[in-house]
Nanobody, 124 residues
Framework: QVQLGESGGGLVQAGGSLRLSCQAS????????MAWFRQAPGKEREFVAA????????YYNDSVKGRFAISRDIAKTTVYLQMNSLKPEDTALYYC?????????????????WGQGTQVTVSS
């Protein structure tokens, strides 16, 4: 069955960096778009970044443009989120998700499978 496992979260000071990884299994990795979402306590789940099945197209939430970068390694069936210049407002539980199609969406409704999440905490 489809499984998504996130790792790489942690505690970091403002201005620091983290790289999140999402290991995927149980399906043809290169056939589906992938994305990262995040959810802070008391807030709705928020789109962060997405990448098409081929890896050619990427999309970002305006709040992370220029600071975060999404990528995918088909051979390793892994999606990454490189996060630089982190801010306290980036603190959240970060989820990896698999789309129902090859073209990514910013809507959580487009995503059929979700990981358990990895916590990112940015201290000021």
């Amino acid at each position: 069955q489809v499984q998504l496992g996130e790792s790489g979260g942690g505690l970091v000071q403002a201005g620091g960096s983290l790289r999140l990884s999402c290991q995927a299994s149980g399906y043809t990795f290169s056939s589906y778009a992938m994305a990262w979402f995040r959810q802070a306590p008391g807030k709705e789940r928020e789109f962060v970044a997405a990448i098409s099945a081929s890896g050619v197209r990427v999309y970002y939430n305006d709040s992370v443009k220029g600071r975060f970068a999404i990528s995918r390694d088909i051979a390793k069936t892994t999606v990454y989120l490189q996060m630089n210049s982190l801010k306290p407002e980036d603190t959240a539980l970060y989820y990896c998700a698999r789309d129902r199609d090859t073209w990514p969406s910013a809507s959580p409704k487009s995503y059929a499978y979700w990981g358990q999440g990895t916590q990112v905490t940015v201290s000021s």
